[in-house]
């Protein structure tokens, strides 16, 4: 990585994480620095896209249970495309839904032909999105769930949209796991309300520049 894109790519990730305190804020963000967001996740070095991928994988060879690939799909999140991209190339090929606020964001996803329907609701604990209940399969986010904007009370919305029985796939930073506030504490409520149950967890020792991840899979009960 070059000077520039070094400075570039730190004033971009510094921004995101100090600045920002609201969805509202986070989403102007996105909608002000959309045409820099795959430039600054290739250099942080990224891998949630294939991260995702590969703990589909593990998931399937552990259970012995192939995740149907024409079944109904939903991508949290789904930003410029990326975690679409991913799920095209690991051979879902059925319907896959977007829910994307960023209009400048989406806008880049739209040009990669990924997906079926595009909601544009912002993303809130205890506020439904105009997202049908009790409709998609599988669930994906990737990158998505943090503790200043798109909080673990945001959870609850989307196995909302998931059929009993259906899975949800959740990939984000390790440093939103532990502690107050944190997602280990959200799904073990979760678990105890008997709304999902943790199928798989694994810390993933790459993510981001610096930053190791966390990867869960939950099906809805």
Known sequence: MSTKQSLETTKWLKTLKNEIKSPKE???????TASQYEYVLNNLEYSGPSSFIEIIKL????SGTEIPRSGKVIDIGAGTGLSGVALRSAGFLGEIDALEPSEQMFAQAREKKLYSKHFDDLLLPDKETSVAS??????????VFNTRSTT??????VIRMVKPG?????VHNNQ???????YEAKIEELQREKLVCVELLEFLDTYLTDHRG???I???L
């Open 134 to 143: 009790n409709f998609y399969d599988l669930a994906v986010s990737v990158g």
């Open 214 to 216: 966390v990867a869960y």
């Open 59 to 62: 998931y399937e060879t552990r």
């Open 176 to 182: 939103y796991w532990k502690g107050e506030g944190g």
């Open 152 to 157: 673990p009370g945001c959870v609850n919305e």
């Open 26 to 32: 986070e989403l102007a963000f996105y909608e002000e």
């Open 218 to 220: 939950m099906r809805k």
């Open 166 to 170: 259906g899975l949800v796939v959740v």
